[in-house]
């Protein structure tokens, strides 16, 4: 399996993590701390996903996704996952993270969207 890559891009309208490989049992906890750092850097901030270079994402890297979320509506903010492959979108679809997680067509998208208020997760 392809190691995790993540570089963090901090910009006015948000945080992007690009995420390139693979997030499995063995990058999970690097993931984890990833999206940590960013939500606790900004808090009321948006915290992009870009998973363009994103091959595959296991139930762990799921789990995480759904911490971060969690955590980023709890300080304020808000998490949305952005240029997913077609086989990862029918996996948040299957697993119906896409109802609960913003997924959008392109990083830009994701930034120039409306910050959600919040509400129920």
Known sequence: MAALKI???DRDDGVVLVLSGEIDMAAEEQFNRAVREAVDAR???????????????DSSGLRVL????KAA?????????????DRIARLL???AIDTRVPVFPSVEAALAAPQESSSAS
Do not use: M, N
């Open 93 to 95: 679809h299957v697993t």
């Open 43 to 57: 808090p009321q901030g948006r915290l992009v996903l870009d998973f363009t270079k994103l091959a595959f994402i």
């Open 73 to 85: 509506k709890a300080a304020g903010g808000s998490l949305a996952v952005a240029s997913v492959s």
């Open 7 to 9: 570089t963090r891009r």
């Open 66 to 69: 759904i911490q971060a979320h």
